[in-house]
């Protein structure tokens, strides 16, 4: 996730620096080719020969213009000598080019689970290691804490461990909160980072003591990913929201969640939402954006949308034709998707909530 290592050799900074003195195009094209003619061997260099250079290199020597090239020419010397990040992120915006993989665009389409480590596709209903990465990537630093109030087998942390995140979970199953731990356990933690699921009921749960005995006071991320109402019951517990008696009682008890997570989230940072729709009694339910405008009537800001492809389980792939005879039948369609909405805690967001709360009452009152 970070830029391949090129040596900053100040020798290139100082040849470029001599670069601007240049008076034609002509005279900046040979400058330029003298850079690229002294750069070593992608075979000699210890870290190679950087890809990014040289194309940097090619762009300012095929500037129309002087005034196109030395722009060309500061922007390299910048990103070889200075590091420009957001408050959020660790990403050097000097070097932007070189994140490719990093995704910035609403649909992903992830083609395999990152299995590497601990990772395992065991739990039924975790996410792909590659939706936390990339949260975490773009919306905290390293240090930062995330807190996951649906951490299930433990993704989310195993990923923050991985990222230099310290990360807390939440986890109704005590069966589940031993399985994460123990996987969490078995990865290393060469950033030396808090990664720990705690039991308890995120509508409930004391967040702020919580988060207290381990060392912060608020968090910077919060990654949500809770059942897809019934889709997959994970426990008999009645706080377990796969066993919410209908979409509106899954609705109020995901809103108690979001409202539990708000007051220990920083304002101005965000909120990941991971969920999918569902379909009952031949009916599409349009779970995801219902749960979504939950988290909006609470004071959020919606920032994106993110469709992304489901891969498939092992169960739905068992039984792909039967599925695929059953939609041409029915005349509907089959889930391919999921959602990844993003949200930000304005300053204002608690304060929103309150007041809609109470124009909603006053509302009430005058009807
Ligand atoms: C979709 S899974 C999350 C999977 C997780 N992202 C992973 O990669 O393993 C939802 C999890 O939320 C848990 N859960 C449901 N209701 C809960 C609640 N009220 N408080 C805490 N955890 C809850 C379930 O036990 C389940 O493990």
């Known amino acids: 996730m970070s830029p391949k290592a090129f040596q900053p050799a100040p020798v290139i900074v100082e040849q470029l620096i001599r670069c601007r003195a240049a008076q034609s195009v002509q005279e900046l094209r040979q400058s330029v080719a003298r850079i690229k003619n002294e750069l070593p061997d992608s075979a000699d260099s210890p870290n190679g020969t950087d890809d990014y250079l040289l194309s ?34 660790d990403i050097n915006l000097n070097r932007w080019k070189e994140y490719d993989d990093i995704l910035t665009d609403s649909l992903w389409v992830v083609d395999r689970r990152d299995s590497s480590g601990v990772h395992t596709a065991g739990y039924w209903g975790n996410f792909v290691p590659q939706i936390p990465r990339q949260m975490m990537t773009r919306y905290t630093r390293k240090g930062d ?65 919580i988060l207290q005995d381990h060392g912060t006071e608020t968090v910077q991320l919060v990654i949500t990913h809770p059942p897809y109402l019934d889709i997959i019951r994970f426990s008999d517990d009645p706080r377990d929201l796969s066993n919410a008696a209908s979409v509106e ?4 008890m995901m809103g108690r969640v979001v409202e539990n997570v708000a007051p220990v989230l920083d304002s101005g940072r965000y909120l990941a939402l991971v969920i999918g729709d ?20 609470r004071g959020f800001s919606l920032k994106s949308i993110v469709v992304k492809n489901f891969e498939d389980t092992t169960g739905k792939r068992n039984q792909k034709e039967l599925w695929r005879y059953r939609a041409l039948v029915g005349g509907f369609y089959i889930f391919k998707h999921e959602y990844i909405f993003i949200f930000r805690k304005d300053q204002a967001s608690n304060q929103r909530y309150v007041q809609s709360d109470e124009s909603e009452r006053c509302g009430t009152a005058l009807k």
């Open 56 to 89: 940097e290199l090619t762009q300012i020597s095929e500037a129309l213009t002087l005034e196109r090239g030395l722009y060309y020419v500061e922007r390299l010397i910048r990103s070889m000598s200075e590091v420009r990040t957001s408050a959020i992120n």
């Open 249 to 252: 009682a899954f609705l109020e």
């Open 278 to 297: 569902k379909y009952a009694k031949g009916d599409w339910i349009p779970l995801g954006f219902q749960t979504m405008n939950e988290v909006v009537k």
């Open 145 to 209: 804490w995330v807190l996951d109030p649906f951490a299930g087998s433990g993704t989310t942390l195993i990923e923050g461990q991985r990222l230099g995140r310290n990360t807390i979970g939440i986890e109704l199953q005590p069966r589940m909160v031993e399985y994460a731990n123990g996987l969490i356990a078995s990865e290393t933690n060469s950033h030396h980072v808090t990664a720990d699921v705690v039991i308890g009921d995120s509508a409930t749960a004391d967040l702020r003591s």
